[in-house]
């Protein structure tokens, strides 16, 4: 056996010298870095498959604490996807942060990740890969909150109980089919704001109270903070409505608020709700919200009540 | 400028009780003050919790943005330009131009980076990031 060594070599010359000789296929495998060849198209480094396609996307879910990468392999290009995943953490150097490897092969995919440093800012890149390489997709950034801890005042519904504490900024801490609650993280920018939400799903005869227990509230200001421009008011969201909760109009409503001194002041909204005011609310009272009829039969009715400093 | 095309809204719960193993491989140059310090160049498994993914698809909408606010988070000697994205949904475009405010819903994307370096104006970049963002693969620019 031997190679031609001078003139033209056709492939199949190649291919049959080769395959009929082990030591020859050993030693030019060998020179050509395989260890082991199992076709002819791998000896000469031919491959019909590429490194899979992979993107990104921009963050979601992002909290104090925890945020979410997404990514996708829009296409394993001709060879099975063996591994995708993600590269996440602080460096702006993609191998100096965890590798975290997500099941599946192709089609977007998702990791919550928790228990983060807050106002810390976060990389994150998708990866896959198959046979033929790895692909990386491009860096997406942002930055968790930082942690704000309203500790001077509680408001609370009547179903639930305290709300707040650990809700990440302006996110649905608590939520079921009558109420919902959260704050908003004043590093979110803007300004703090309670939110108390009872709603209904109900369009007749509905009853809701708010409780407020903001004694500290009402008396002072929160930790670190020089002034407080203290409002406490009642806003029925209804034609406004910033979650989508909208539709018909409000025949009907009307609302109590009960400062600590025992005298109701009664208010009364009609048309697609409004706005109450009463800056001279006491320490402790408890809001009462009853009698909604909506016109379309099906629109989920709100009270916010809220309080917030400038 | 605005989105158009299907949309998915995803929202997700913890399955409560349940678990997945996921694999996480640390690097080698992780700095002392990582918590993962001892763990670095090993693989280890992890327990995380399972998120059950609610899904909710709209048919060729039309996206807005309603407003971006802008703000800066400092972290040290580090400082980060940052925006919150209000984007509006609505059933179409006629819907939108005859109506700006019968929107289906309002949404919120938070804490998303700032490029400078890509030259473009902050309503831009707001939209980029959205094109970027999960359940908006299907939307096309108008």
Redesign the interface.
């Known amino acids: 056996m031997a190679l031609q060594s001078s003139g033209a070599i056709s492939f199949s010359q190649i291919k049959t010298e080769l395959t009929s000789s082990s030591n020859s296929l050993r030693a030019l495998s060998a020179a050509a870095g395989f260890s082991s060849p199992d076709a002819v198209s791998e000896f000469y480094g031919y491959t019909s498959s590429l490194p899979p396609t992979v993107?990104t996307?921009?963050?979601?879910?992002?909290g104090e604490t925890s945020i979410?990468c997404?990514g996708?392999v829009n296409s394993d290009n001709g060879a099975a996807i063996t591994e995708r995943?993600f590269y996440f953490g602080t460096s702006t150097n993609r191998?100096?942060?965890?590798?975290?490897?997500?099941?599946g092969t192709v089609g977007?995919y998702?990791?919550?990740r928790t228990g983060l440093s807050p106002?810390?800012?976060y990389r994150c890149w998708a990866y896959a890969t198959n046979a033929s390489g790895t692909t990386y997709g491009s860096m997406?950034?942002?930055?968790?909150?930082?942690v704000y801890n309203p500790s001077w005042a509680s408001m609370y519904t009547s179903a639930q109980g305290v709300f707040y504490g650990e809700s990440p900024?302006?996110e649905v801490q608590t939520h079921s089919a009558s109420y919902e609650a959260f704050y908003r993280n004043p590093y979110?920018?803007?300004y703090v704001q309670y939110y108390a939400r009872s709603y209904n799903q109900s369009t007749t005869g509905i009853y809701q109270q708010l409780y407020f227990n903001g004694g500290s509230r009402f008396a002072g200001s929160p930790a670190g903070t020089a002034a407080v421009n203290t409002r406490n008011f009642v806003r029925l969201l209804y034609n406004?409505d910033?979650?989508?909760l909208k539709g018909g109009s409000v025949s009907y409503n009307y609302i109590f608020m009960n400062p600590a001194s025992g005298s109701f002041s009664n208010f009364s909204i009609s048309g697609n709700g409004g706005n109450i005011n009463d800056s001279s609310t006491g320490t402790t009272g408890y809001l009462s919200v009853y009698n909604f009829n909506t016109s379309d039969g099906r629109t989920p009715l709100q009270l916010d009540s809220y309080f917030d400093y400038a | 400028m605005a989105l158009q095309g299907n949309w998915t809204y995803t929202t997700q719960e913890i399955e409560e009780g349940n678990f997945n193993t996921i694999s996480v491989t640390y690097p080698e140059d992780l700095s002392e003050n990582d918590p993962n310090y001892n763990f670095r160049g090993q693989t280890k498994d992890v327990e995380v919790p399972v998120y059950k993914e609610i899904t909710e698809t709209y048919t060729n909408v039309y996206i807005n943005i309603q407003s971006i606010h802008y703000w800066k988070s400092f972290q040290g000697q580090e400082k980060f330009d940052l925006m919150n994205i209000t984007y509006r949904v609505f059933a179409s475009k006629e819907s939108y131009l005859s109506n700006p405010n019968e929107y289906l819903l309002e949404k919120l994307s938070v804490a998303q980076h700032i490029d400078f370096s890509k030259k473009l104006n902050h309503m831009e970049q707001a939209y980029e990031i959205l094109k970027n963002t999960i359940g908006f693969q299907d939307l096309t620019s108008v």
Do not use: E, H, M, W
């Open positions: 993107v996307f921009a963050f979601d879910q992002i979410r997404g996708a995943g191998a100096s942060n965890p590798k975290y490897t997500v099941s977007y998702t990791l919550n106002n810390t800012t997406v950034t942002a930055t968790t909150y930082q900024n302006g979110s920018g803007g406004a910033p979650y989508g």
